[in-house]
């Protein structure tokens, strides 16, 4: 059968430059070290080559079944003939070859052979100056690509496919994307470079090159982009400077090689038995080939080296040849493939070193039995302090317990479930060792948010569920009081669109809420990180709707009214699906059924503080109005209630919105895709619904109900219009400062990359690139 081996690099002149490359001219130089994880291996011993045979090409050792000279015989077959070149003009030492690629490293399974790189280089105007592609055929031959490689691409502006075939057909690609150098962490992470793995058994592949924009923004620090395979363990990115190398194609070819898997035949170690041509010798076993394409290797025993291959085999190591290195303390017996240890007369043990070796015999009993009896005594007594210890410091602890559950407020939390007709039973009772299990120790990397009424950690109970664990800061009476508080209402309280309480743990110095982990951060975040997008027009009023209904609940359904005194964007969750989850009870306070309003010390978030409160501490229900109102306004216009940053007019939202509104300015400040997918009537009565919840009067504000009610009926809307201006009467606010902080998650959380490889069977065009939207709901 013919065989062939074929490596190549396809270069390409533009604008009238031209190079030309080849794997077997590339001059490269890499320094490579055995591995040796066992002692049966096929570079060790006397005899690893064919009497009469060439051992050395280079720095190379040559085993057989691997051979050097072409025609020799010194190899078991054509493949696995070493040509040693030595035709280097200037003289340069021998090198060793097989089907024109260079072989840096032979061991039991594998070889390491030189690289070839695809790279594409373009000038400041995006005009391709310089193109190759890379290739490499190992088809018919003995050899296949191990899957210890990996396909690494290079670059702030590029995608690479690879495509291979062997048993199976295999297309891989990776995408990899910047815009500025400072991005580019110095590991690969799919920023400036991205890699991604291979299947073992494959013996053909080529490398393809495409760009986004070729390199139009990017190519005062990016010129020129590289996609290879390579021994993954052999690549370390070096960040930014790897984008502007000039020299990075030859002195990655020079020091990251491709491994190559190799067996003998084609049989499997069962058939290769019966055969005549079987090669492994006495002391050696087979092992088949995991390539999917036959073959088999052989092995020394344990206990035996040399080389399998060569007649008369794998031949006995003598682990007892050697004092110092001896695996016995006295006295070591060489046996075929092993060793025995044994004792002089006068000790006892095993005689290993790795053992009990070998201990003297002592002939005095006596003494050893008082000292026996001493230690037994002394450990009694030891065993019995600890006990009466750990029996003092359990009753201690439970006293202390009762302690932390009076101090915190057990008694209070009890007497307030008992009259909301609830009662203990109704919440879990956590333990503190539950919970400093489930947090961790309460470690730094499980907070997840932090405000201020205390820090909030996520936690992992036993059954493997995710909660969220608040645990306030150390507090007065008034602070307890608020704790209780959340707990009693959100007791009460069962709305899909409010955060659950799961339990509580008084027991610790400070008092504990374990309620639901809403997962995908607050709603603060996404409207303030533009990168996220599925936050459609369509999905803002589907959150606004949610949340109008949930107030609405705690406002008419609840057992009592419930007014939460701190409505904001970052008190709002989003669950995995992005539903709305009203959070952070801290604040709230239950209004008795035969009163509209109470009077409070004046609580809240500037910025979105209800006026009417701020002036008269008289807080009622239309407080939360006003604070939904502002996040409605931060919806349609994705600005933050208050920044000092922004002009004297700006700076306040809602004072803004309501200007903007009366002066026909309302499409000038919403955000470009709200007035993009929100139709006119949308946008026109969502704005109406803000200003008319921003009334400076507490009266004339709608109530929370009808908020709810308004926003399902906006949601119905389907015609579209581009540009609308809408009129309204003036309406003002006073002065705020925004405090953007939650005692719930402030971490912001996105599911988006800047890129991620792509992987399958399929065509792919490398001269255009097209991205899908994100859309959960």
């Given at each position: 059968m013919?065989r062939t081996v074929?490596?190549s690099?396809?270069c390409f002149?533009v604008c009238?430059l031209a190079l030309?490359?080849s794997a077997?001219?590339t001059?490269?130089t ?7 994880n066992?002692a ?5 011993g006397?005899?690893i080559?064919?009497?009469g045979?060439q051992?050395q090409?280079?720095?190379l050792t040559v ?11 010194c190899?078991?077959?054509k493949w696995?003939?070493i040509n040693?070149?030595t035709?280097f003009?200037p003289?340069k030492p021998?090198k060793?070859?097989i089907?024109?690629?260079?072989i840096?490293?032979i061991s039991?399974n594998?070889l ?21 592609h890379a ?10 690509f191990?899957?210890?490689n990996k396909?690494t ?6 995608v690479?496919?690879l ?6 057909s295999f297309t ?5 994307v910047?815009?500025?150098a ?6 690969c992470?799919g920023?400036?470079?991205c ?17 986004v924009n070729?390199h139009k923004?990017?190519?005062s620090f990016n010129?020129c982009?590289?996609?290879f395979l ?15 190398d ?15 898997d190799?067996?003998?035949?084609n049989l ?7 055969a ?6 006495q002391n050696?076993?087979?092992?088949d080939s995991?390539t ?7 092995n020394?025993?344990?206990?035996y080296e040399?080389?399998?291959?060569l ?7 003598d682990?007892?040849a ?8 006295k006295?070591?017996?060489n ?5 025995n240890?044994s004792c002089?007369?006068g000790?006892?043990?095993d005689?290993?070193?790795a053992g009990?070796?070998c201990i ?5 009993f006596?003494?050893i039995?008082?000292?026996l009896g001493l230690?037994?005594g002394?450990?009694?007594?030891l065993?019995?302090?600890t006990?009466l210890?750990?029996?003092i410091?359990?009753r201690?602890?439970i006293?202390?317990?009762?302690k932390?559950?009076?101090?915190n407020?057990g008694?209070l939390?009890?007497?307030?479930l ?5 009662g203990?039973?109704?919440?879990t ?5 539950e919970l400093?299990?489930?947090t ?9 948010g932090k405000g ?6 996520k936690g ?11 645990k306030?800061?150390?507090m007065?009476?008034s602070q307890?009081e ?7 209402i959100l007791t009460?309280?069962?709305?899909r669109?409010?955060v ?5 743990c008084l ?7 374990v309620y639901?982990?809403?997962s995908s951060?607050?709603?603060f975040?996404h409207?303030q990180?533009?990168?996220v997008t599925?936050?459609?027009?369509d999905?803002?009023l589907r959150?606004?709707?949610e949340?109008?209904g ?5 406002h008419?359904a609840?057992?009592?009214p419930i ?8 008190n709002?969750?989003?669950d995995e ?8 009870f801290?604040a709230?306070r239950l209004v ?6 109470v009077?409070?010390l004046?609580?809240?978030?500037l910025g979105?503080?209800?006026?009417e409160?701020l ?7 239309k407080s939360d ?14 600005k933050?209630?208050?920044?000092m940053e922004?002009s ?7 004072t803004?919105?309501v ?8 499409f000038?400040?919403l955000e470009p895709?709200?007035v993009r ?13 803000v200003?008319?919840?921003l009334?400076l009067n507490?009266?004339d504000?709608p109530t929370?109900?009808e908020?709810?009610?308004e926003?399902?009926?906006?949601r ?6 581009p540009w ?10 006073g ?5 953007e902080s939650?005692?719930l998650?402030?971490v ?5 990359s800047d890129t991620?490889?792509l992987?399958?069977?399929?065509s792919?065009d490398?001269t255009?690139?097209m ?6 709901r």
């Amino acid at each position: 059968m013919q065989r062939t081996v074929f490596v190549s690099v396809a270069c390409f002149c533009v604008c009238g430059l031209a190079l030309t490359i080849s794997a077997a001219q590339t001059n490269t130089t890499t320094t490579t070290t055995t591995n040796n994880n066992s002692a049966n291996t096929i570079t060790k011993g006397a005899n690893i080559t064919k009497p009469g045979c060439q051992r050395q090409c280079g720095n190379l050792t040559v085993p057989y079944p691997f051979g050097v000279g072409l025609g020799s015989g010194c190899a078991i077959g054509k493949w696995f003939e070493i040509n040693c070149s030595t035709s280097f003009n200037p003289p340069k030492p021998p090198k060793p070859f097989i089907g024109g690629i260079q072989i840096y490293e032979i061991s039991d399974n594998q070889l390491r052979v030189s690289n070839v790189i695809a790279k594409k280089c373009y000038n400041e105007s995006g005009g391709l100056i310089h193109e190759n592609h890379a290739w490499t055929n190992l088809e018919t031959t003995p050899y296949s690509f191990s899957e210890l490689n990996k396909f690494t691409v290079i670059g702030c502006d590029d995608v690479a496919v690879l495509t291979g075939s062997g048993g199976r057909s295999f297309t891989s690609g990776c995408l990899s994307v910047c815009s500025k150098a400072e991005d580019v962490p110095g590991y690969c992470s799919g920023i400036g470079c991205c890699q991604t793995p291979i299947p073992r058994g494959f013996s053909y592949y080529y490398t393809s090159l495409g760009s986004v924009n070729n390199h139009k923004n990017v190519s005062s620090f990016n010129p020129c982009s590289y996609a290879f395979l390579g021994e993954q363990d052999r690549f370390v990115f070096r960040g930014a400077s790897d984008l502007s190398d000039p020299d990075f194609m030859q002195r990655t070819t020079a020091t990251v090689p491709i491994l190559l898997d190799w067996a003998i035949g084609n049989l499997s170690c069962s058939a290769a038995q019966k055969a005549n041509d079987y090669s492994c010798q006495q002391n050696s076993y087979c092992v088949d080939s995991e390539t999917g394409f036959g073959g088999y290797r052989c092995n020394c025993n344990q206990g035996y080296e040399g080389n399998p291959y060569l007649d008369p085999g794998c031949q006995d190591i003598d682990e007892c040849a050697d004092p110092n290195n001896s695996p016995c303390e006295k006295i070591c017996l060489n046996t075929p493939g092993s060793y025995n240890c044994s004792c002089p007369k006068g000790y006892y043990g095993d005689g290993r070193k790795a053992g009990r070796g070998c201990i003297a015999k002592n002939k005095e009993f006596p003494v050893i039995k008082l000292f026996l009896g001493l230690g037994f005594g002394f450990l009694s007594l030891l065993l019995g302090i600890t006990w009466l210890y750990f029996g003092i410091t359990k009753r201690k602890l439970i006293r202390l317990r009762e302690k932390f559950f009076q101090q915190n407020g057990g008694l209070l939390l009890k007497q307030q479930l008992s009259s909301n007709e609830g009662g203990v039973e109704s919440t879990t009772v956590f333990t503190a060792e539950e919970l400093e299990k489930a947090t961790n120790n309460y470690a730094d990397d499980r907070i997840i948010g932090k405000g201020g009424y205390g820090t909030v950690y996520k936690g992992i109970l036993p059954n493997k569920r995710i909660v969220a664990i608040k645990k306030s800061r150390i507090m007065d009476e008034s602070q307890i009081e608020q704790f209780i508080n959340e707990i009693v209402i959100l007791t009460q309280v069962n709305h899909r669109n409010v955060v659950k309480v799961l339990g509580c743990c008084l027991e610790a110095e400070v008092p504990l809420l374990v309620y639901e982990f809403v997962s995908s951060g607050t709603l603060f975040h996404h409207i303030q990180h533009s990168a996220v997008t599925w936050l459609s027009w369509d999905n803002r009023l589907r959150i606004a709707a949610e949340a109008a209904g949930a107030l609405s609940y705690l406002h008419s359904a609840a057992s009592k009214p419930i007014i939460h005194r701190d409505v904001k964007s970052a008190n709002i969750l989003l669950d995995e699906y992005y539903t709305a989850k009203i959070s952070d009870f801290g604040a709230s306070r239950l209004v008795p059924l035969d009163q509209t309003q109470v009077t409070t010390l004046v609580q809240g978030t500037l910025g979105y503080l209800d006026p009417e409160y701020l002036h008269t501490s008289q807080l009622t229900e239309k407080s939360d109005v006003y604070s939904f109102g502002v996040v409605l306004a931060e919806l349609l216009t994705g600005k933050r209630p208050l920044c000092m940053e922004r002009s004297q007019e700006e700076r306040n939202l809602a004072t803004y919105f309501v200007m903007s509104v009366k002066e026909n300015r309302l499409f000038q400040i919403l955000e470009p895709r709200v007035v993009r997918e929100g139709t006119l009537e949308q946008l026109q009565e969502t704005a109406e619904l803000v200003r008319r919840c921003l009334y400076l009067n507490g009266a004339d504000r709608p109530t929370m109900m009808e908020v709810a009610m308004e926003l399902e009926g906006l949601r119905k809307f389907t015609l579209r219009h581009p540009w609308a201006h809408s009129h309204g009467h003036e309406e003002s606010t006073g002065f705020m400062k925004e405090n953007e902080s939650s005692d719930l998650y402030t971490v912001p959380l996105s599911p988006y990359s800047d890129t991620a490889p792509l992987s399958g069977q399929y065509s792919l065009d490398t001269t255009q690139i097209m991205f899908a939207a994100n859309n959960p709901r």
